[in-house]
């Protein structure tokens, strides 16, 4: 499963650095390691990664600042951070940045393989699992053309990653119905743990904003259950 998988692994610290380098390459990625925030940055823009490892305390450029540019470039590419700071706040940023994973230094080498692992297990799975149809739809006043990953409104024009053009045809195929929680991170993202929810919640609340345009158009959320995706 993760033979030559392309890791961004962004550490400025040398020592640490480069054991854990040595450590993901004897299980067979490959990792690009960038010594600061924005030098990782750079890399990112110029070459493809299945997954990235971000450390927070770098200089240049801080572990959750280079997440928030990395998810304007490309929101589908999953990332982990590291972290000597135990801080409860520090833990809720990341999370709320749609983080798949957070972990406190010291740990394991072979506990963050396992935790890349199962993080590109899950969304391979849910790769698999999801469905563009061809059609154009008209979605309240938006036309929804899911095979070029746009919105469009009048002649206004919005650019959609592949996971919000999923996510938006599988809301569609649901609307004017409540979709429990759990069913929509399992058939979306392919697992329903925690992780998996922040990230989902990150692209509910950038959908929302698209959508506020046309009043006639909802995402209504219920706490602990799910949402409802209303066309009037």
């Known amino acids: 499963m993760n033979k030559m998988k392309h890791i961004l692994l962004a550490e400025d610290d040398f020592d640490f650095g480069s054991i854990l ?5 004897l299980h067979g990625y490959k990792v690009v390691w960038a010594k600061d925030g924005k030098e990782a940055l750079e890399v990112f823009g110029q070459e493809q990664f299945d997954i990235c490892v ?15 540019k990395v998810i304007e470039i490309h929101p589908e590419t999953p990332f982990v951070f590291l972290t000597a700071k135990k801080m409860k706040e520090d833990k809720i940023r990341g999370l709320k940045l749609g983080a798949d994973d957070y972990i406190v230094k010291p740990f394991e080498a072979d506990i963050l393989v396992l935790r890349l692992q199962n993080i590109l297990k899950r969304s391979q799975r849910s790769q698999r699992t999801q469905v563009i149809k061809e059609e154009v739809l008209s979605i309240g006043d938006f036309k929804f053309d899911a095979v070029n990953h746009c919105l469009k409104l ?13 996510l938006i045809q599988y809301l569609f195929d649901h609307k004017n119905t409540m979709i429990k929680r759990e069913n929509l991170l399992k058939d979306v993202w392919g697992n329903d743990d925690f992780f998996s929810g922040r990230s989902m919640d990150v692209f509910i609340s950038r959908l929302r904003k698209y959508f506020k345009k046309d009043s006639k158009i909802k995402i209504e959320s219920v706490r602990g259950v799910g949402l409802t995706f209303q066309i009037e």
């Open 154 to 166: 009048n002649e206004d024009r919005q650019k959609l990653t592949e996971k919000e053009t999923i």
């Open 21 to 25: 380098k040595q450590y993901l390459e």
């Open 54 to 68: 971000f450390d927070v305390m770098m200089p240049k450029m801080d572990g959750f600042t280079l997440a928030e």
